[in-house]
């Protein structure tokens, strides 16, 4: 079983910054991208950062030049450093992995999501 374990998320004032974690644990052959998501209370989930397996990263234009996605391959873990926050950031953010798992026939890619973490910015 592979599970995606996300920490790092509270209430912080607007301006301020959070840094989330996504570990991955569990039969992995490997990962392949990572990504952060977020949904607000009413609104559909949106992409708010990638990484591929190559740290090619991308932003949704909301957070660009606010929030920073890295990755740690050697700990199966992404990060998502978020700078300057604002009230519209609050929702739940979820990690997203591409998880290669290895089975008796051969590796299988699926996407895995994690339970998610609250963030919440006051104004």
């Known amino acids: 079983q592979v599970q995606l374990v996300e920490s790092g998320g509270g209430l912080v004032q607007a301006g301020g910054s959070l840094k989330l974690s996504c570990t991955a644990s569990?039969?992995?052959?490997?990962?392949?991208?990572m990504g952060w998501y977020r949904q607000a209370p009413g609104k559909q989930r949106e992409l708010v950062a990638t990484?591929?397996?190559?740290?090619?990263?991308t932003y949704a234009d909301s957070v660009k030049d606010r929030f920073a996605i890295s990755r740690d391959n050697a700990k199966n873990t992404v990060y998502l450093q978020m700078s300057r926050l604002k009230p519209e950031d609050t929702a739940v953010y979820y990690c997203?992995?591409?998880?290669?798992?290895?089975?008796?026939?051969?590796?299988?890619?699926?996407?895995?999501w994690g339970q998610g973490t609250q963030v919440t910015v006051s104004s």
């Open positions: 569990g039969k992995i052959f490997t990962i392949g991208a």
């Open positions: 990484i591929t397996g190559s740290s090619t990263t």
């Open positions: 997203n992995a591409q998880i290669w798992v290895p089975l008796t026939t051969g590796p299988l890619s699926r996407s895995f």
